[in-house]
Structure formats: structure tokens, C-alpha cells
């Protein structure tokens, strides 16, 4: 496989031994990065963490980013820690009762459900998450257009309108319907609201002192597909601000979901045509954001191995490296031949097709599946697109193997 390798990458290919080495590619991570900045600009750029939670990658990504996505607790205090001053925006299907606390010092609070609505203790920025009936027809992966754990369909979202407009009982009407207030206004729900509306329910959502703060609805999220063209996020963009601007809402975050190609690794996504397309989108007095992850650093990372073995078992050529998909499980994640390049120290490998595997006692580790290549023993081979759930989604102690080294180009 034929692929354009930096010759900083060559060279700690040079020099690697037995344990498998990860190399980012910091300063062209810069580059992408200030590429998609510019391409996106009037729109607002977070980082999904959950893709690549590196500190030094974490770094580069800062100056280009508005913010950071993330999904735990965990991920929480890590970008804390690292970045004390970039805006959080915290989501996901699940969140602890300590999860939840960290609310008051998130930027965005990305709200899954009514139940966990009513858990919740402000002083938060809220967002709601919707999951819309809309088709996401050919999407790598689906987290919305239908049934999923994820988010809300619209009677859910019309219960957290509720929710957030009944902050004590004097607010009620005396009908007993809850009313929201917006600048003075009271409406039926559900229906539209103000993009500023705040509960303020510091005697609690049903009316009982609980010591909760404010909770400010600011918009919409929808994370529904991933593994889009541009052209396709755009239509589910126009959904989704359609949908929230019926409920007269102001900010939205249209997640992530920017397809990245293992198997044609030089398609990248057009960039540029999507921020023309949201710019167009956009009505004055409107936020957008975005949140992609794989996108932004997935090919900055390689993972490098070396040959330890290359046999034939009934008649078929398998080609056994260092490491392992316990250390690179995307490709067994994503179901895809991993893309890659031998950098030959012999200069004698066989050539024809070969499987690359693992070392791990399972025949589920598997790197690529009958692949033409010429290696040998000792040569190394050098996975590209590892900047994105890689290291960070993979079972490193299985085996108890030495953990791959990691090298930094700047």
C-alpha cells in the first residue's frame, strides 16, 4: 500500500525495536486543524474528546478550538486540569449523581432526558437532546433518526419544555396548566419558547426547596449520525434547525458525524462546502456549533510495528507483528482494513497478498485481511489514521504486553 509518509515518522521507524511505538503528527495536526478553523468560520468549533483524549494533542487542538466535548467525569477533570479556561460542554445517554454536580461549572449541559432533567442542580446553560425522526441513510453509525438510547423524540423534549417552565407553584395558571415566562409572557405548552428562557427553580421542579439554581435553556443539540458527507450533515442540519426553531430557539449544536475514509484514506471531508453550507443555514442572532472528533485527528497518528513472523497455514500468508489490536482496535471496531505502508529493512520480503494480525491469542486480531504487500521479518509496518479512537478505546492490558511507546513530532 502505497502511502505518503513523514520522514520525521520515518525515523522513529528506523530505529524501533519489539515494542510498537504511536507517533502524532503534531504540527500537521496544526495545520488541519487551522484548516478547518478557517473553513468553518462563523461557526463554532469544539473538540469531541472521547476521539483523542491526549494531553499534547489536547494542546494543539486549544488556540483553534471554541471548546471542548466531553462525556464523563473523567474526561471533565482531564481537559480541567490541562486547560483550566476552555468552555465544557458535557453529554452522553447515562450521567452519575457526581456527574451531574459538575453541572454549575459547564459551559453547556447537553440533557439527555426528562428524569435526568429533574435530577439536575443549576446554576446550568442547558441544552436539549433531540432525536429526530429524519432518514440518516448511509451513516456509519446511527444515533438518532429513530429508536436509540440517545437524546429525546419530540414528546420527550415537550416534557423538559414543561419541566423547565414550572419552577414553583405560583408560577402555575389556575388552570393547572404550567406556564413558561419569557419577557413577560406566558404561553400554553408546548409551543414556543424564548431562546433566554430560564427556570429559575430554586424551590425545585415540583415546587419542593431543594437548593436548586437556575437552569437556562440556550438551545438544542443533535448528535444523529456519523460517517457523512457534507452534503448529507447539511440536510440534517436543516432539520434540526428547523425543529428548534419552532420552539424558538436561538443556539444549536449540530454534533459531529464528518465521515473519515480507512478505506480510501486520501477522500477527506469537504470542509469548506460545509461551512458555506451553514453560513447559508444561519439566520442572524443564531449559534451554531459543531463537534467533530474523528475529523479533526485522525490522521495524525501512526501506529508502528514490526514483523515478527511471516508464514503459510494452509496455503495462506499471514504476516504476525509486535503489537496488536489491543493496542490499535479500530480496525476490529470499525470492521475495515487498517491502511498502512511497510518501511523494509531487508529489502527481501515476498510479495503477493498477506493477513496482518496480532500477536494476542484470539483470530480476531487482525489488522488487515489479505492485503498485497511485500515485508519480511524485521521490516516495519506503519498503520496511518491511528489519531482517533485507537489508543484510547483499546483493552491495553490484555496479555499483559508492553505498552507501545509514544513519540510527539512538533
Known amino acids: 500500500m502505497s502511502m505518503d509518509i513523514p520522514s520525521a515518522v520515518r525515523q522513529v521507524a528506523e530505529s524501533l525495536d519489539d515494542v510498537p511505538a504511536y507517533v502524532y503528527d503534531l ?14 468560520a462563523g461557526t463554532e468549533l469544539c473538540y469531541a474528546v472521547k476521539a483523542n483524549p491526549d494531553p499534547e494533542v489536547l494542546r494543539v487542538l486549544a488556540p483553534y478550538a ?28 447515562g450521567k452519575t449523581g457526581a456527574e451531574l454536580a459538575l453541572a454549575p461549572s459547564a459551559h453547556r449541559w447537553h440533557v439527555e432526558s426528562p428524569a435526568e432533567l429533574r435530577r439536575l442542580r443549576g446554576p446550568a446553560d442547558v441544552l436539549l437532546r433531540v ?19 440517545f437524546g429525546m423524540d419530540p414528546d420527550g423534549v415537550a416534557e423538559c419544555l414543561a419541566l423547565l417552565a414550572h419552577s414553583t407553584p405560583g408560577d402555575a395558571a389556575s388552570d393547572g396548566i404550567p406556564r413558561r415566562r419569557s419577557g413577560g409572557l406566558s404561553r400554553r405548552l408546548p409551543g414556543p419558547v424564548s431562546a433566554d428562557v430560564s427556570a429559575d427553580v430554586s424551590g425545585g421542579l415540583s415546587g419542593e426547596p431543594d437548593g436548586r439554581g437556575a437552569l437556562r435553556l440556550r438551545g438544542v443539540h443533535a448528535h444523529l449520525a456519523s460517517g457523512l458527507a457534507a452534503p448529507d450533515l447539511l440536510t440534517l442540519a436543516e432539520a434540526v434547525l ?4 419552532s420552539l424558538g430557539l436561538r443556539e ?10 480507512y478505506m480510501r484514506p486520501e477522500e477527506r471531508f469537504d470542509w469548506a462546502a460545509y461551512g458555506a ?8 442572532g443564531e449559534t451554531l456549533r459543531v463537534e467533530p472528533g474523528r475529523a479533526l485527528t485522525a490522521y495524525c497518528g501512526w501506529y508502528l510495528t514490526t514483523v515478527l513472523d511471516v508464514k503459510r497455514v494452509h496455503g495462506e500468508r499471514f504476516a504476525v507483528l509486535s503489537g496488536g489490536t489491543h493496542h490499535l482496535r479500530t480496525p476490529v471496531t470499525k470492521g475495515h482494513d487498517q491502511p498502512f505502508a511497510v518501511l523494509p529493512r531487508s529489502g527481501k ?48 492490558d490484555f496479555l499483559m504486553h508492553p505498552k507501545p511507546e509514544f513519540h510527539y513530532l512538533s
Open 252 to 261: 444549536f449544536n449540530l454534533g459531529g458525524g464528518m465521515a473519515v475514509s
Open 66 to 93: 471554541d471548546g471542548f466535548e466531553v462525556s464523563s467525569g473523567g474526561e471533565f477533570e482531564h481537559v480541567r486540569a490541562l486547560l483550566p479556561d476552555a468552555p465544557l460542554s458535557f453529554g452522553g445517554p
Open 27 to 40: 504540527a500537521g495536526l496544526a495545520r488541519h486543524a487551522a484548516a478547518v478553523r478557517a473553513a468553518l
Open 277 to 284: 453550507g451553514l453560513r447559508e443555514l444561519a439566520r442572524p
Open 349 to 396: 520480503g515476498e510479495d503477493g497478498p498477506v493477513t496482518l494480525v496480532g500477536r494476542l491469542c484470539t483470530p480476531k486480531d487482525v489488522f488487515a485481511r489479505r492485503v498485497t504487500a511485500a515485508l519480511a521479518v524485521g521490516d516495519v509496518v506503519a498503520f496511518a489514521m491511528a489519531g482517533a479512537y485507537a489508543w484510547n478505546i483499546s483493552h491495553h
Open 242 to 245: 428547523a425543529y428548534g426553531r
Open 131 to 149: 432525536n429526530l425522526d429524519v432518514p440518516v441513510t448511509g451513516a456509519a453509525l446511527a444515533m438518532g433518526g429513530g429508536a436509540t438510547p
